[in-house]
């Protein structure tokens, strides 16, 4: 069983900067492929970004490319999504979600507002 705690949302102007921390209990943190999701009012839940378990290679959505960088600390059990030159059109709930083979565990969310 993994749990998972999202902080670090809130409200931010267009073109300001985020870092959303994701905090994972457990001891075997290390062995998740970790992910950020979105969901904005209205649409479907979408993948942002995800890391591999050791770190070493990521991926991002076509619109967050550029702007946001997802890490990992495996000695912290964190996951983090830094975003920058964020844009109305990023305000979302954010989820953090932990995968391994056929298991997900999800993050309760956590809000994030880009005004214009």
């Known amino acids: 069983q993994v749990q998972l705690v999202e902080s670090g949302g809130g409200l931010v102007q267009a073109g300001g900067s985020l870092r959303l921390s994701c905090a994972a209990s457990?001891?075997?943190?290390?062995?998740?492929?970790m992910a950020w999701f979105r969901q904005a009012p209205g649409k479907e839940r979408e993948l942002v970004a995800f890391?591999?378990?050791?770190?070493?290679?990521?991926n991002y959505a076509d619109t967050v490319k550029g702007r946001f960088t997802i890490s990992r600390d495996n000695a912290k059990n964190t996951v983090y999504l830094q975003m920058n030159s964020l844009k109305p059109e990023d305000t979302a709930v954010y989820y953090c979600?932990?995968?391994?083979?056929?298991?997900?565990?999800w993050g309760q969310g956590t809000q994030v507002t880009v005004s214009s």
């Open positions: 979600k932990a995968g391994r083979g056929s298991i997900n565990y």
């Open positions: 457990g001891r075997t943190f290390s062995a998740y492929v």
């Open positions: 890391i591999s378990s050791s770190g070493s290679s990521s």
